[in-house]
Nanobody, 118 residues
Framework: QVQLVESGGGLVQPGGSLRLSCAASGSIFRLNRMGWYRQAPGNQRELVAHMTSGGTTTYADSVKGRFTISRDNAKTTVYLHMNSLKPDDTALYYC????????????WGRGTQVTVSA
């Protein structure tokens, strides 16, 4: 069973920076994709960014140029470096791991809160 544990959320002023981390443990299939989604109150969960085990990245238009996703060499930890934060970035950020094996299977973390406010 795969477990995801997020860390790094908090309160930051507009224009500030944060780094989120998500550590995966358990038996992880080698073909996978790790990433971040977020959900603000009253909104649907939306993609922020993800990165495949092969290194391909995808970003939401709203974060391009401000956020950077990366993974460690062991491919079990994913980071989200967030710069130039805006109040609209305020949300609960969820880590996701999707395995590509005989179809797909998703795992989710519990979420870490990011609040951007003066």
């Amino acid at each position: 069973q795969v477990q995801l544990v997020e860390s790094g959320g908090g309160l930051v002023q507009p224009g500030g920076s944060l780094r989120l981390s998500c550590a995966a443990s358990g038996s992880i299939f080698r073909l996978n994709r790790m990433g971040w989604y977020r959900q603000a109150p009253g909104n649907q969960r939306e993609l922020v960014a993800h990165m495949t085990s092969g290194g391909t990245t995808t970003y939401a238009d709203s974060v391009k140029g401000r956020f950077t996703i990366s993974r460690d060499n062991a491919k079990t930890t994913v980071y989200l470096h967030m710069n130039s934060l805006k109040p609209d970035d305020t949300a609960l950020y969820y880590c996701n791991l999707k395995e590509f094996r005989y179809g797909t299977k998703d795992y989710w973390g519990r979420g870490t809160q990011v609040t951007v406010s003066a």
